[in-house]
């Protein structure tokens, strides 16, 4: 399967332990973007890179929460000190900024925070 | 600032016409898009329509764009139960970091 992989699929933690999502997408995708979907909403932007580097955060990424992609093809997504606020569907997209940046999204990993 | 609004629900009989609408305010958008989410699945990318075209028609697909009032329909013909999901709309500027501004989604029930 050479799509977008998520993992793990679902996350079970209790509150106040740090947890951490990896995303690895498709091959040669020099874009890399991170949502967050809650029940009955639609996604909303956490974060993206452009190969390596971070450029853009949105304001609901709190200083909790942290995004690498080291080499340019994976990404992690840590959150520190987990709130029940923090559950969700945490979802990856990627894209090659080709026409239309068509991004192409992950399973998802759910996470619940109890 | 940027929003993008839909009708939360739809029903209608298997062979029929769907039309989802949506509406956004951001003017400088590039790109618009239509997304498919079924239960317990990841989003699906269904098509999209660059800013300075009217319509674009994949197979039973028809999306229409009215700039002017900021307007997005998708049209789905002989609509069948397998069709039967979330539908979001989504807008991008290319031009900065092309995220995705989504709806609330459109929940599509199509009826035997």
């Known amino acids: 399967d050479t799509g977008v992989s998520q993992n793990p699929r679902h996350k079970i933690t209790k509150r106040g332990q740090n947890v951490t999502f990896r995303c690895d997408p498709i091959?040669?995708?020099?874009?890399l973007y991170w949502y967050r979907q809650t029940l009955g909403q639609g996604p909303e932007f956490l974060t993206y890179?452009?190969?390596?580097?971070?450029?853009?955060k949105s304001r609901l990424l709190s200083d909790r929460f942290s995004a690498e992609r080291p080499k340019g093809s994976f990404s992690t997504l840590e959150i520190q000190r987990t709130e029940q606020g923090d559950s969700a569907m945490y979802l990856c997209?990627?894209?090659?900024?080709?026409?239309?940046?068509?991004?192409?999204f992950g399973p998802g990993t759910r996470l619940t925070v109890l | 600032g940027e929003d993008v609004e839909q009708s939360l629900f739809l029903s209608v009989r298997e062979g029929d016409s769907s039309v989802i609408n949506c509406t956004y305010t951001?003017?400088?958008?590039?790109?618009l898009y239509w997304y498919k989410q079924e239960p317990g699945a990841g989003l699906q990318l269904l098509t999209y329509i660059f800013s300075n075209m009217d319509m674009k028609q994949d197979q039973r697909l028809t999306v229409l764009l009215n700039k002017k009032d900021k307007h997005l329909s998708l049209r789905i013909a002989d609509t069948q139960t397998g069709d039967s999901a979330i539908y979001f709309c989504?807008?991008?500027?290319?031009?900065?970091?092309?995220?995705?501004?989504f709806g609330q989604g459109t929940t599509l029930q199509v009826k035997p």
């Open positions: 890179f452009q190969n390596e580097a971070q450029l853009e």
């Open positions: 091959s040669e995708h020099n874009r």
């Open positions: 997209a990627s894209s090659d900024s080709g026409e239309g940046n068509e991004q192409f």
């Open positions: 951001d003017s400088s958008s590039t790109y």
């Open positions: 989504a807008e991008s500027q290319l031009s900065l970091s092309g995220k995705l501004i």
